[in-house]
């Protein structure tokens, strides 16, 4: 009985109310499709493309499988993973830093798992962060033990080659990191399948 009390008081209520905003703004999702088969039609030159992003709340990766087929160019959805940020502040270079070695990670598990069958599998992934690509490029190792493991981590997951730049205004991720409502999604569904 205590306890019902106890929850009905100061943090507690704030978060109970974001709970059940939550919750009812689900019902906003159930209008959101995705096909699983991502190509229907004969394609050629299979392309995988892995965003990558981070802020102060998360960091994340989605991928997207581009292909030529006999009339056009297709994109198709594959998958995203993201994280929640840590708890004690951390500065944007890593944080961007761990949304890049999710997003090689991401890269590395598809293309032994669900790509694993295509021979001519080409990937490029995209960073908003020219920093975390400098260290990705950079030949001399950083001093810091957090970023040298990290950067060694991602250069065993992809090649130096396959790392791009990508403004953040483009970037697909960006929808990953910034927390955003059911309906504010919704509004950006096209952009991000």
Request: aromatic share 10%.
């Amino acid at each position: 009985m205590e306890s019902k009390h106890y929850l009905r008081r100061g943090p507690f209520k704030q978060l109970q109310k974001i709970w059940i905003k939550w919750i009812n703004e689900l019902q906003d999702m159930t209008q959101i499709t995705i096909t699983r088969q991502y190509i229907k039609e004969t394609v050629n030159n299979i392309h995988l493309h892995v965003f990558c992003d981070s802020s102060q709340l998360a960091y994340g990766a989605v991928a997207y499988m581009r292909c030529n087929t006999t009339f056009e160019t297709k994109c198709a959805f594959v998958m995203s993973k993201s994280k929640v940020a840590f708890v004690k502040q951390q500065t944007l270079p890593r944080l961007e830093l761990l949304g890049t070695l999710l997003g090689a990670q991401l890269s590395n598990y598809l293309s032994r798992t669900i790509l694993h069958n295509i021979k001519s599998l080409q990937t490029t992934l995209w960073n908003d962060s020219k920093v975390v690509l400098s260290w990705i490029t950079n030949p001399k190792q950083s001093r810091q033990q957090f970023i040298r493991h990290r950067v060694q981590l991602i250069k065993d997951y992809t090649s130096q080659a396959t790392w791009r730049y990508c403004p953040s205004t483009l970037n697909p991720a960006d929808l990953v990191t910034r927390g955003l409502d059911c309906k504010s999604f919704m509004h950006k569904e096209k952009e991000w399948f």
